[in-house]
C-alpha cells in the first residue's frame, strides 16, 4: 500500500514545489479542504516557516527555515515509507523520457524553414500534428513510471491523470495545454514531477547527473 503523507506535510511541500503558490491553489494540488490549508499556512507563518506577500501577485512561500524543516520531513517520510530504492529507479526512467519530452517541447515552439529554425507559428498542420503524437508517445512511455511512484508514495498519484489531462486537451485542440505557462499544461506538470522527484531523493537539479 502507498505511503500517505500527513497533510502538514503536504501543504509545505505544495510550497516547496511551486516556490510562490497562492492558497485556493495549495487546495487543489494537495485536495486538502481549504479550510485546512488555510489554518496550516498560518500555523507556518507563527513558525516562521512560511511567508505570505500581498499585491497584484499574492501567495506564500517558504522561508529559509521552512526549507530546511521541509528537506528534514521529506527524508523522513522516504525513510518511513522505505521506498528510496524504486523512487531512485523511477527517477531514472522518468530521465530516460525527460530528453525525448524537452525535444518534443522545443519542436512545438521552433520549427525547420529552409533549413533554418523559426519560431513555430501553427501554419504547418502537418508539423503540428506530428510534434502533438510524439507528445502522445511521451505520455504513453512516462505514465507506467507515474503508476509506479503512485504505488510507493500517494502523493505521486496526481502527475498521470493530470499529464494524460493535458495531453488529451491538447489533441482536441486546446493548445494551450502543451507548454503554456501557469496552468497544468503537459510541460507545467512534467517540469513539477521533475521537482517532486529531485526533492524527494535529496538531488540539486544544478547537479543533476554528476556521479
Not at 12 to 37: M, Q
Amino acid at each position: 500500500m502507498a505511503h500517505v503523507s500527513d497533510p502538514s506535510f503536504l501543504v509545505l511541500h505544495a510550497l516547496r514545489l511551486k516556490g510562490f503558490i497562492a492558497a485556493d491553489a495549495v487546495a487543489d494540488l494537495t485536495g486538502l479542504a481549504p479550510a485546512e490549508v488555510a489554518a496550516q499556512l498560518e500555523a507556518f507563518k507563527n513558525e516562521e516557516l512560511a511567508t505570505y506577500r500581498e499585491g497584484r501577485l499574492s501567495g506564500w512561500s517558504l522561508t529559509p527555515a521552512g526549507r530546511t524543516r521541509h528537506a528534514e520531513l521529506i527524508a523522513a517520510e522516504l525513510a518511513a515509507a522505505a521506498c528510496k530504492d524504486t523512487i531512485d529507479a523511477g527517477y531514472r526512467d522518468f530521465l530516460g523520457v525527460n530528453q525525448t519530452l524537452l525535444g518534443v517541447c522545443t519542436d512545438w515552439q521552433l520549427r525547420t524553414v529552409n533549413g533554418e529554425q523559426v519560431v513555430n507559428d501553427h501554419t504547418d498542420a502537418a508539423h503540428d500534428k506530428a510534434v502533438i503524437g510524439r507528445l502522445r508517445e511521451v505520455d504513453g512511455a512516462v505514465q507506467p513510471v507515474c503508476h509506479v511512484l503512485a504505488g510507493q508514495l500517494a502523493r505521486f498519484s496526481g502527475y498521470g491523470p493530470r499529464l494524460s489531462t493535458a495531453v488529451t486537451n491538447v489533441e482536441n485542440g486546446d493548445v494551450d495545454w502543451f507548454t503554456k505557462p501557469l496552468i497544468d499544461s503537459y510541460h507545467t506538470v512534467w517540469f513539477e514531477m521533475h521537482e517532486d522527484l529531485l526533492a524527494t531523493l535529496a538531488i540539486e537539479r544544478a547537479r543533476e547527473g554528476e556521479g
